[in-house]
């Protein structure tokens, strides 16, 4: 089954961190680029951060320096290591295979003050 499974979400404090987890399967996943996007409450959903299939990386202004993401080819999984996480960072993150437009089911990131 082609499918991307997301985890590692939760709550957590303002400065906190968190690390966020993709499993893809049914797919060759080294040939494609991936994505973490992230929608909140009443807002469209925006892209935080790309890793290509050759390994570049890509993030958006709001978590450039913050965020990192990374993948392990063996386990088919790609990462995003969340630092010094803000109240605006609440939100949905999903995972997505830019090459196969495939989505994950999303999972839930809440910052607190």
């Known amino acids: 089954q082609v499918q991307l499974v997301e985890s590692g979400g939760g709550l957590v404090q303002a400065g906190g961190s968190l690390r966020l987890s993709c499993t893809a399967s049914g797919f060759i996943f080294s040939i494609n680029t991936m994505g973490w996007y992230r929608q909140a409450p009443g807002k469209q959903r925006e892209l935080a951060a790309v890793i290509t299939s050759g390994g570049a990386t890509f993030y958006d202004n709001s978590v450039k320096g913050r965020f990192t993401i990374s993948r392990d080819l063996a386990k088919s999984t790609v990462y995003l290591q969340m630092n010094s996480l803000k109240t605006e960072d609440t939100a949905v993150y999903y995972c997505?295979?830019?090459?196969?437009?495939?989505w994950g089911q999303g999972t839930q990131v809440t910052v607190s003050s």
């Open positions: 997505h295979s830019e090459s196969r437009d495939l």
